[in-house]
């Protein structure tokens, strides 16, 4: 079982639609969470951070984190061509980051105008 | 504030020729540094990772080394590219647990 699942995609989606981005894990000692978008041959840009459970809300972002079901969660509202990427979460055991972070393959995300 | 260069943006290098990616960061210090290779459809995948100069921890075993010759200055290299290097490799830099990447190199290996 991989450490970290994300449905590859890609997902198309209209402009102004809610769009829901997801990952799964397997171990339960990570507690740091991370989503970061990646356009075409850029490097990713960190767009979320979050600890442990909970809720975050950054403009039209929100990352939602269930570690009991050991699930993540990147929502954007009200889409816009601009947000088409690939989006990767990404998640850490070590507070420090010394040990780097497990990502995600990535989703692919198209926002149709 | 932090910034994160790489150099060179692209390169397409023969089999069998030497590598050396450089990355650079300002505006912090003692940073955590990271080399990362990402390939179409395998994701990111960590190399090297150097908590100070002059100490690397390796991810995978393979035909590439990493070095920190100052605090903020971090090496990819390579005697000798086998075709399988080509990718896009990203540098990354951490001050406590978000990581922040650079623009990243694409190598191709002919």
């Known amino acids: 079982q991989k450490e970290v699942e994300q449905d590859p995609g890609p997902l198309s989606v209209p402009e102004g639609a809610i769009v829901s981005l997801n990952c799964t894990y397997s171990n339960s000692a990570f507690q740091y969470f991370m989503w970061y978008r990646q356009y075409s041959r850029k490097g990713p840009e960190l767009l979320m951070y979050?600890?442990?459970?909970g809720n975050k809300e950054d403009g039209r972002f929100t990352a939602q984190v269930d570690k009991s079901s050991k699930y993540i969660s990147l929502f954007i509202r009200d889409s816009q061509p601009s947000d088409s990427a690939t989006y990767l979460c990404a998640m850490s055991d070590s507070g420090g980051g010394a040990d780097g972070l497990t990502f995600g393959k990535g989703t692919h995300l198209i926002i149709q105008p | 504030s932090q910034t994160i260069h790489q150099w060179p943006a692209t390169l397409v290098q023969p089999v069998g020729s030497p590598l050396s990616l450089e990355c650079t960061v300002e505006g912090t210090s003692n940073p955590n540094l990271y080399w990362y290779r990402q390939a179409a459809g395998r994701g990111l995948q960590l190399l090297f990772y150097s908590v100070g100069i002059g100490q690397i921890s390796s991810e995978v075993p393979q035909n590439l080394s990493a070095s920190r010759p100052q605090d903020r200055q971090f090496i990819l290299s390579s005697k000798k590219l086998l075709l399988s290097d080509s990718g896009f490799y990203l540098c990354?830099?951490?001050?406590?647990?978000?990581?922040?990447f650079g623009p990243g190199t694409r190598l191709t290996v002919l």
């Open positions: 979050t600890y442990s459970s």
């Open positions: 990354a830099w951490s001050g406590s647990v978000e990581q922040f």
